[in-house]
C-alpha cells in the first residue's frame, strides 16, 4: 500500500533552517508529482511547494518563494524540502502527498503522510 512518512521537523528559532523529508513506498515513486503542504492551528491546509516527476519544474506559494527549495531523489523515493530563513508565521504541520492532478489543489492529492510539526520561535 502507498506510504508516504515525513520526517525532520523541530523546533527552530526565527531566521533558522530546518530540512523535511518524506520517503515514499507502495508506488512508482518517480512517475508522480509530489508536493508539501502545511496546516497551523485554526487555518486550513494550504499548498506549500510541488515537483514534477522528474524533479525539473518546481511550483512555490508566495509566501516561501526564495526561502524554501523542494528537490526530489528520485533513486532514494524521498522529497525534500528544505526550509531557510524561518518565520513564525511558518509554524504548522507539513504533509506530503502524492499528485495526480493539477498541482496546487489539495483536492488532486490522493495520499498524504501523517505530517511533521514545524515550530519556529521568534
Known amino acids: 500500500q502507498v506510504q508516504l512518512v515525513e520526517s525532520g521537523g523541530g523546533l527552530v528559532q526565527a531566521g533558522g533552517s530546518l530540512r523535511l523529508s518524506c520517503v515514499a513506498s507502495?508506488?512508482?515513486?518517480?512517475?508522480?508529482?509530489m508536493g508539501w503542504f502545511r496546516q497551523a492551528p485554526g487555518k486550513e491546509r494550504e499548498f506549500v511547494a510541488a515537483?514534477?516527476?522528474?524533479?525539473?519544474?518546481?511550483y512555490y506559494a508566495d509566501s516561501v518563494k526564495g526561502r524554501f527549495t523542494i528537490s526530489r531523489d528520485n533513486a532514494k523515493n524521498t522529497v525534500f524540502l528544505q526550509m531557510n530563513s524561518l518565520e513564525p508565521e511558518d509554524t504548522a504541520i507539513y504533509y506530503c502527498?502524492?499528485?495526480?492532478?493539477?498541482?496546487?489543489?489539495?483536492?488532486?492529492?490522493?495520499?498524504w503522510g501523517p505530517g511533521t510539526q514545524v515550530t519556529v520561535s521568534s
Open positions: 507502495g508506488f512508482t515513486f518517480s512517475v508522480y508529482a
Open positions: 515537483i514534477n516527476w522528474s524533479g525539473r519544474d518546481a
Open positions: 502527498a502524492q499528485n495526480s492532478r493539477t498541482i496546487y489543489s489539495s483536492d488532486d492529492y490522493d495520499y
